[in-house]
Antibody
């Protein structure tokens, strides 16, 4: 059974950093591209970043380019999202997903002073 | 960027009724279209992939179709458990984009 478990969310001040993790199990992690998607409170879904199976290729939405970094550790079957220079508009529940087919339960990031 | 225009934004329907939700893509995306259902406080669940293929474990009352750049999700006989918010997603090109969502309620 595919399982994706996000962690690392919390309350953070504007301009600070946070690193999210997504622990994967139930499939061969190193064979699949992975994604981060977010959902602001009461809003719709928004793709954030993606990474290829090897980690050699990464993709970001324009609003997070230069501030967020997606990475993975295939030996640990874990996906990461390093978020720097956080803004209030980054407040959202962040989901990791395998091929957009399987999603984790999400972790809430709140950016506020 | 490819825009996905989803309609209606909200919908109220009766049990056993047929429900249709549509997404209009701003350009050709082939069959790179997925549909999701999201319940309150839960993560989205994949219903349909590749525009018309039912995801594993999804009831057969759900179906997807395509006409050019318009995509539709049909629920053939609405059940109580089908309430929630539905989203489409285009996976044709980066940035991947979602429709704005359709909130489906029981009348």
């Amino acid at each position: 059974e595919v399982q994706l478990v996000e962690s690392g969310g919390g309350l953070v001040q504007p301009g600070r950093s946070l690193k999210l993790s997504c622990a994967a199990s139930g499939f061969t992690f190193s064979n699949y591209g992975m994604h981060w998607i977010r959902q602001a409170p009461t809003k719709g879904l928004e793709w954030v970043a993606s990474i290829s199976p090897s980690g050699g290729s990464t993709y970001y939405r324009d609003s997070v380019k230069g501030r967020f970094t997606i990475s993975r550790d295939n030996a640990k079957s874990t996906l990461y999202l390093q978020m720097d220079s956080l803004r209030s508009e980054d407040t959202a529940t962040y989901y990791c997903a395998k091929r957009f087919a399987y999603w984790g339960q999400g972790t809430l990031v709140t950016v506020s002073s | 960027d490819i825009q996905m225009t989803q309609s209606p934004a909200s919908l109220s329907a009766s049990l056993e009724e047929i429900v249709t939700i549509t997404c209009q893509a701003s350009q050709d995306i082939g069959n790179w279209l997925a549909w999701y259902q999201q319940k309150p406080g839960k993560s989205p669940q994949l219903l349909i992939h590749s525009a018309t293929s039912l995801a594993d474990g999804i009831p057969s009352r759900f179906s997807g179709s395509r006409s050019g750049t318009q995509y539709s999700l049909k629920i053939s006989r609405l059940q109580v458990e089908d309430t929630g918010i539905y989203y489409c997603l285009q996976r044709y090109s980066n940035p991947w984009t979602f429709g704005g969502g359709t909130k489906l309620e029981l009348k």
